[in-house]
Structure formats: C-alpha cells, structure tokens
C-alpha cells in the first residue's frame, strides 16, 4: 500500500475568490483514517486555512457531510483506504451555497426543517403527573425516521432540491412523518397544510438516491411516499366526507 | 433570536447543469425511468389505433397490421417493449418503499411487497399468451 494519498479540495474564499478552485494535498494513507482524519492532518500541518465542519467524529453530530468523489459522504465515516489509490475529490455538499472552502449555508435547511414542526403538538396537554405510554409496536411505528442526525446529504443527493430550491427536501419531511407516526402526536393535519402543497411532498419525483446515501437508514424517499399515499387518502376523505373527514 | 435567513455573507451559488444527470448512473437510470413514459404513452395510442382498426373491418386491419411491420414502426415497437419492461420492473422495485404492511407487529420486508406485484404481472402475461396463441 502506497504511504500517501492526494486530496484534491475545493477552495473558496469569499473575500479573494470569484469562483471555487481545486488544490492538491499529500497525505498520510492509514488504514484506520478517515477523511476528516486527512483534513485535520493538512489543517495542523500543511495548510491552517482550510475550513471545514466538524465535532463528533462518530457519525452522530451530522456536521462533516460533504462531497466525496461526487458522492454525498460522512467525512468521519469515510475510510481513505475505501478511496485509495486516489485521487480523493472533496467538495462541499451540492445544492448549497459556499461559504468558504467546505462550508456550506444551511440557512434554507433550517427554515424548512421549522416548517415541518418535528416536534409533538398535542391538541390537549395531559397533565403533567401523567405519562404518554406506548408500546413497542408504537415506537417502532417511527423510530426508524428519528434516526435523523439533519446531516444533509440527502439534500445534496437530490436533483429536485438543486433544480427547485423551493422543495422542502427529504429530511424535513421524513421529520415531519417521523411525528405524523408518533401515538403522541396529534399535529398531523397542521403539517399536512404545509407538506401538502406542491413544494412539498408532491415536488419529489422518487429519484430514490436521498435513501441510498443517508448514513442512518432513515429511507426519507420512503417517508415522501408513504406520505403520499397518507395525503391522497385524506384528500378523498375530504371529497367524500366533506364536513366530517376526522 | 437572529432568524436564520436575516444574516446573509457572501456566498457562491453553485449552477446545476442542465446535464446533472450524466454524472452518475443512478441519476441516469431516473431521467431514463421518466423518459419511459413516452414510450408506455406510445403503446397506448398504438393499442387504441388497433381496436379502431379492429372496429373498421378487416381490410382497415390488414392495412394496420402492415402498418406495424414496417420497419421503423418495428424498431419504435422494440425500444418500446424495452422501455415498458424497464418502467414496470423500476416501479415494482419501487412499490415497497410506499406500501407498509405490517404483520405481527414486524414490517414486511421488501421482497415479501413486490413479489405479489411480479407474480400478478407473469399470471396477466401467460394469460394474454394463451388467449394469443390459442387463437
């Protein structure tokens, strides 16, 4: 195995740059380094400019997503080896704007995740001596969507989202299933009224790659159109029912 | 609190190019899924071109069926066979992610939605087999 490996980054430095640029690093190829191991190495060793997010190392923050050889990645779960011989291409994630280097504006992500409410409502609260049971079944109904670590890659896989910025995207509305599906939960027809609409569920076209590249198994092009389904039934529901759909 | 959209620095917007779908085969493989429907489109309107002809009497058919030996309708009919197949068997592949069916408690796995699909489908086409070749 050869000892190095070269990254080629992309640059992008506001005050300087019109547009981004490539540039090269060597660095060491150990088995168990992972990209944002090789970052850290050329920010502490060769070049303290580079910019890049980080924080947990361990696949739970969702900080490190980027562009690695194209593909939406984890850049702390990302093994150099699973890349080598190289060159290694490391871009920021797709359809967001740059800040700097490999930092993205997530800005439009956490507008849209708000929108979504991924949080219980409760038409009544119970009081607070009482607890909100469920049952295995109950929690298994959605834990599979709470996985969510809001990394996203999905968004940077989705065509949809870089072509129509106004999508709601894949992980704000596999969040916003993800308390449609909780027994707790009673918000269900608030988020249908935003998810609803044409930039909602029914702008996703079930390209699929949102599920391919999520590193937690949340299957958000799943959520979408299970979610469609839910809103073609409510929708009839109304036509046939139209005074009392509940 | 600063709401997320009221600081806004400098940023580069990347372009999405108009051939975004050459990158990668999975792109690909969706733009082709979309572009089948042209083609399932097609079958349709050559399927209800025969029944008319079939309405017509049987010298407008004979002149329909020479129609379809032609050889562009032939190679038309064999990249639409290829696009209907490709259409049906992406769409059953599909159908699990939207369907949860679940027994026991346990959701059932992918194989156990789409097989019942495939099967419906082979039962249609021996059926329309037999009824073809029967004659």
């Not at chain 1, 923050?61 to 080896?81: I, R």
């Not at chain 1, 038409?123 to 959605?142: G, M, S």
């Not at chain 1, 989705?158 to 027994?183: E, H, T, W």
């Not at chain 1, 590193?215 to 959520?223: Q, R, Y």
């Amino acid at each position: 195995m050869a000892n190095r490996i070269e990254l080629r980054v992309k640059r992008y430095h506001p005050e300087n740059d019109q547009e981004p640029w490539f540039e090269s690093y060597a660095v060491p190829l150990r088995k168990e380094w992972v990209i944002l191991d090789a970052l850290n190495y050329i920010k502490d060793h060769l070049d303290g400019s580079l910019t890049f997010r980080w924080s947990c190392r361990m696949g739970v923050c969702g900080s490190c997503g980027m562009d690695v050889n194209g593909v939406p990645k984890l850049a702390c779960a990302t093994f150099l080896t699973d890349c080598a011989p190289g060159p290694v291409r490391v871009e920021p994630l797709k359809n967001f704007p740059i800040l700097r280097d490999l930092v993205v504006d997530i800005s439009d992500f956490l507008v849209k995740l708000a929108d979504a409410k991924p949080w219980i409502i409760r038409k009544v609260e119970k009081p607070l001596e009482e607890e909100y049971l469920q049952t295995p079944e109950q929690v298994d109904a959605y834990k599979q969507f709470s996985m969510c670590i809001n990394c996203m890659l999905c968004y940077a896989a989705c065509p949809v989202y870089g072509l129509d910025p106004l999508f709601s995207g894949p992980a704000a509305i596999a969040l916003a299933q993800r308390y449609n599906m909780d027994s707790r939960d009673q918000g269900a027809g608030i988020r249908m009224d935003i998810l609803s609409q044409h930039e909602g569920i029914w702008g996703c076209t079930f390209v699929g790659e949102c599920t391919k590249v999520c590193p937690k198994h949340v299957d958000p092009a799943g959520a979408i159109q299970q979610y469609k389904v839910t809103s073609s039934i409510e929708w009839l529901k109304s036509l046939v029912l139209p005074r009392g759909a509940e | 609190m600063l709401h997320p959209t009221e600081y806004v620095p400098k940023s580069y917007h990347p372009r999405v190019s108009t051939y975004w779908w050459l990158g990668r085969w999975a792109y690909a493989k969706f733009i082709l899924r979309e572009i089948s429907s042209i083609f399932v489109a097609w079958v349709v309107v050559t399927t209800l071109l025969q029944v008319r002809a079939l309405k017509a009497g049987p010298a407008a058919y004979a002149q329909f069926q020479a129609w379809l030996a032609t050889p562009w309708v032939l190679v038309l009919n064999a990249i639409s066979l290829f696009f209907v197949v490709f259409h049906a068997v992406t769409w059953f592949n599909l159908a699990p992610k939207a369907m949860v069916v679940r027994m026991r408690g346990k959701r059932l796995p992918a194989a156990a939605i789409a097989a019942p699909n495939y099967a419906a489908w082979v039962v249609v086409s021996a059926t329309v087999l037999w009824i073809l070749l029967r004659g």
